[in-house]
């Protein structure tokens, strides 16, 4: 099989192995492609603590294709079927994952990119955020997943979802995905936010970026016994946090990552859920895609994030 071996930082080379053979109870995939996600810019960029080379195909874990085999203990799953994955070495033609991290694709978006493990890291935040229709929400940060996070906040919270970016592109994006209030990420959004709530500040603040400086300025647009959601990736050191006023406002603080696999897969179900029933719509999200063998290409532009990008896809079938 083709797999892209991280052997440096940035630089990836397509290199020739033996396909994976699946253990008892996993499922051998056949990648039709793989989602460029945020996290792993760090690995690509140099992150410490990483050593190259990366197992061939990682670090791609938003993982769609077919499966090509399974483990003699795997039911309920067959040879062909379209599916979604929590895997780990997706950017290449084969990866393997347990058959509880895999999650058929519906038929009627088969033939569509779906990089699903994205979409369930956003139902999974979406359900820590704990939003009622009471709420005000502020969203920092609008990428895929601050995107996403717009969409799924609307159905809960309808007429209060504030949307915070630095980029035109994710202004745009958010009044696209029916924020109420697109404000620039800038020094002036903690007064802005307060005047849209007289006062009050947010019930709910969901912080996206993964960067310390919106973290910072998200308690500070969190009120008096409201709910700061780390959502971003938080990958490149510690954090200065002001302990003070967190304590003084008696913030609930939720890191809303889930580790457990059967939380993961839940998450998943209801993203290829949403996807299928056009409640949630990746059409004006997957703004870019390349083959494997430009998968520099892909992760220089997911760096750059030039004018108009949100997400690339790599495609792995040829």
């Known amino acids: 099989m083709r797999a892209a071996t991280l052997v440096a930082p940035r630089r990836f080379e397509i290199r020739h192995h033996d396909p994976p053979s699946p253990g008892r109870d996993d499922v051998v995939l056949a990648v039709r492609g793989c989602g460029l996600c945020a996290s792993n810019l760090g690995p690509w960029a140099g992150l410490p603590g990483v050593s190259y080379p990366m197992a061939p195909g990682a670090p791609g874990h938003e993982v769609f294709g077919r499966i090509e085999a399974v483990g003699e203990g795997v039911q309920g799953l067959r040879v062909g079927e379209p599916v979604a994955a929590i ?40 359900r ?66 307060a005047e849209l709530t007289d006062g009050r500040l947010a019930d709910v603040v969901v912080e996206v970026t993964g960067r310390a400086e919106p973290l910072r300025l998200a308690a500070e647009m969190t009120r008096v016994r409201g709910r700061l959601v780390i959502a971003g990736y938080h990958q490149d050191g510690p954090r200065t946090i002001d302990l003070q006023l967190w ?39 997957l703004t870019h895609s390349y083959e494997l063998e430009e998968i520099e290409a892909a992760f220089q532009t997911a760096e750059a994030r030039p004018a108009g990008f949100i997400k690339a896809i790599v495609e792995v079938e040829r």
């Open 87 to 126: 895997s780990y070495n997706g950017y290449a033609e084969y990866d393997v994952a347990p058959a509880l991290a895999v999650v058929p694709i519906p038929l009627n978006i088969a033939d569509r990119p779906v990089p699903g493990e994205a979409v369930a890291c956003a139902v999974n935040v979406d």
């Open 128 to 193: 820590r955020m704990g939003i009622t229709s009471a709420d005000t929400v502020v969203v920092i940060g609008v990428g895929f997943l601050g995107a996403l996070l717009i969409g799924l906040a609307r159905r809960h919270a309808p007429g209060a979802v504030i949307a915070l970016s630095r980029r035109q592109t994710g202004l745009d994006i958010a009044a696209r995905m029916g924020a109420d209030h697109v404000l620039p990420l800038d020094d002036a959004a903690i007064a802005r936010v």
């Open 247 to 285: 304590n003084w406002r008696g913030l609930d603080v939720i890191n809303a990552h889930e580790r457990q696999l059967s939380v993961y897969r839940s998450g998943l179900e209801e993203a290829l859920r949403l996807i299928s029933e056009g409640e949630i719509d990746l059409d004006p999200l």
